[in-house]
């Protein structure tokens, strides 16, 4: 079973514009991971929030989690073409959805 | 500090025939972790090793794939007899602990023909 979905599946935007992805998830979970995979490369992470944590930031990144909603938001400020990529979120069993793919236009 | 590494990065088989991917985590990460990537969808978990014991292979296709993990360092995975369907990249990672963050490797592209 997968526990991860995010939505959009796909979002277009111009440099400079921010980007907000959506996960949603079925079961109660320890900690979210966000990920990111870039054309024809591995997944680097980018950010874990934990289930008692409601807000993260790394960088131009901000990672919301709502526990109540089964469902958590990343957001991408300022967004470079080098962020075109597809963005994934992993529950703590290690179930991926099928990924949101990101295209920022420069 | 070396990534994870994965060989080979490519292989090309024809259905039926066997094939076995090969994984070395980063040193110290006691978590391993094989995925399944086909084209335009999320990496699906195969298995997880905890050192040497199996974690979680709820999704592992039992029948043709196999997993190991000998002292709890490296670890192979393979495919025998292999299908049409199989044609994916596969993907190791590993973490220092089971709710880590995990480090991928860059995968292997198998082609079944």
């Known amino acids: 079973s997968q526990q991860g979905e995010e939505d959009p599946q796909a979002l277009s935007i111009q440099e400079g514009e921010n980007a907000t992805m959506n996960c949603s998830y079925k079961t109660s979970i320890n900690n979210l991971q966000w990920y990111r995979q870039n054309s024809g490369r591995g997944l680097v992470h980018l950010i874990l929030i934990r289930s008692n944590e409601r807000e993260k930031h790394s960088g131009r990144l901000r990672v919301t989690l709502d526990t109540s909603k089964k469902s958590s938001s990343l957001l991408i400020t300022a967004s470079r073409a080098a962020d075109t990529a597809s963005y994934f979120c992993a529950t703590n069993d290690m179930r991926f959805g099928a990924g949101t793919r990101l295209t920022v236009k420069p | 500090e070396a990534g994870v590494a994965q060989s080979p990065r490519y292989k090309i088989i024809e259905k039926r025939q066997s094939v076995a991917f090969w994984c070395n985590p980063i040193s110290g990460h006691a978590t391993l972790y094989w995925y399944q990537q086909i084209l335009g969808q999320g990496p699906k978990l195969l298995i997880q090793?905890?050192?040497?014991?199996?974690?979680?292979d709820s999704q592992l296709p039992k029948d043709r794939f196999s997993a190991e993990r000998l002292k709890g360092v490296d670890s192979t995975l393979k495919i025998q007899p292999a299908k049409l369907e199989d044609s994916a990249v596969y993907l190791c990672a590993s973490s220092l602990t089971a709710l880590g963050e995990q480090f991928f490797g860059p995968g292997t592209r198998l082609t079944v023909l």
């Open positions: 090793f905890q050192n040497n014991g199996v974690v979680d």
